[in-house]
């Protein structure tokens, strides 16, 4: 029997105290106070116009993501997470993150945010070194950072998210194993450990900072997951380590072709219309002031996923996972058969680049080493 997939809502806040210069997020700094209330309320009206993809199934995840949502003022963010349980059915255990950046304005809201029902942070740090976070172009220094985490587990919240970043500009391999160590050392449930890319339409990318060589990078890549692998954390996805039992849900559903609601500037949405049946994008007006303005819902924009994109789109998001899928998530999700797999999936089997068991859908070690080219020959 077919069934529809587990359902999310991603809610995005575009606003930023200064905007990173690596950074391609639909993010903006703002010249004044953002109207946080006036958005709020297009939230909620936006999550009303997408009440009927709810019904009769209750959210599993929401992720607060941004931008800086803990920029928000916490009555602000209280009155969303109160609108948002008003509009949808939440699962008894959802798990409800936000992301935040250091800075003791953000970290004095924390309190406020676990009462109002946030159960996972996600805490942006980049970096422990303060040379390396004045290059990022970060507002907080190392300290603020620290002071965050303290915050957050002062606030009672037993899930949370480091993010830090690698490859820096001026980085060394110690540098890194450095950062590494130190984010380790608060023994965070969850760290995401990204290698800086230079985005297009950044400042960094329009006046490049010399970065790490290659042989670098990849002596950073495979020293840190050591150092990661041997404090019990497990990558169980490309940029994604947590101790057991913390992999982030939200993300989980996402890498695993499950259906979420967006809501909020530029927030991307993926539906199933009806079980193994028409799966749908949504794509809401990207510029903040654009999406506040007019009346009724806010502009969205739709389109049916052609079948071809549709294989291509699963396996970008299944091959992320360390392990994979089983492949009979691939039909469940899809609606197509496991057939349009083959003869890739033989080949690559062959190669040893695909799990050899008929009923994975996962990369060996070396596949996931080159996970690009794996997915190039799809
Ligand atoms: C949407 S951002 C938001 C988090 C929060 N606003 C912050 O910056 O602390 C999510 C994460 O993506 C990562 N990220 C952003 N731009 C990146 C880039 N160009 N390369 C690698 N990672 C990047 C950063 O680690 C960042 O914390
Ligand atoms: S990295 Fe985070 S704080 Fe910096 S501009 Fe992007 S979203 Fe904002």
């Given amino acids: 029997v077919l069934r529809l997939p587990p359902l999310a809502l991603y809610v995005h806040l575009p606003w930023c105290e200064r905007k990173c210069p690596y950074c391609d997020f639909n993010s903006y700094q703002s010249t004044g106070a953002p109207p946080f209330e006036g958005y709020v309320t297009r939230l909620l009206q936006d999550l009303e116009g997408e009440s009927v993809h709810s019904a009769g199934r209750d959210i599993q995840s929401v992720f607060i993501g941004g931008g800086t949502p803990s920029l928000f003022p916490q009555d602000s963010l209280a009155r969303l997470l109160g609108g948002i ?23 004095a809201k924390f309190s406020a945010l676990r009462a109002a029902g946030v159960n996972r942070l996600s805490i942006g740090i980049q970096s422990f070194n303060d040379a390396s976070l004045r290059a990022l172009g970060r507002v907080h220094d190392s300290r603020q950072a620290l002071a965050a985490v303290d915050a957050a587990r002062s606030a009672g919240f037993e899930r949370f998210n480091i993010d830090l970043m690698h490859g820096l500009p001026g980085q060394t391999v110690a540098m890194a194993l450095e950062d590494l160590e130190q ?81 909020g500037a530029g927030a991307h949405g993926k539906l199933t219309l009806a079980p193994g049946r028409a799966i749908m994008r949504t794509r809401k007006t990207r510029a903040p002031q654009d999406y ?43 609606g197509l058969s496991r057939d349009r797999l083959e003869p890739m999936l033989h080949s690559l089997r062959e190669e040893g680049l695909m799990q050899a068991q008929e009923d994975r859908l996962g990369t060996t070690a070396q596949g996931f080493r080159f996970l690009n080219l794996v997915l190039q020959r799809f």
Avoid: K
């Fill in 292 to 334: 506040l303005d007019g009346g009724g819902a806010p502009v969205c924009h739709r389109e049916a996923v052609a079948e071809d994109e549709l294989v291509l789109e699963f396996l970008m998001n299944a091959l992320r996972l360390r392990e994979g899928v089983p492949i009979a998530l691939f039909e469940q999700r899809t």
């Fill in 85 to 107: 349980g008003d509009h949808v059915m939440l699962a008894d255990d959802a798990e409800i993150t936000l992301e935040a950046n250091p800075g003791s304005a953000e970290a």
């Fill in 183 to 263: 984010a380790l050392a608060l023994q965070p449930p969850h760290l995401s450990w990204y290698q800086l890319t230079l985005e297009p339409n950044t400042a960094f990318h329009r006046s490049p900072p010399t970065l790490p060589v290659e042989d670098l990078l990849a002596e950073i890549q495979d020293r840190g997951e050591e150092l990661l692998l041997a404090h019990g954390y497990e990558q169980y996805e490309v940029s994604a380590w947590a101790r057991p039992g913390h992999a982030c849900r939200h993300n989980l559903n996402y890498w695993q072709f499950g259906d979420y609601i967006g809501i």
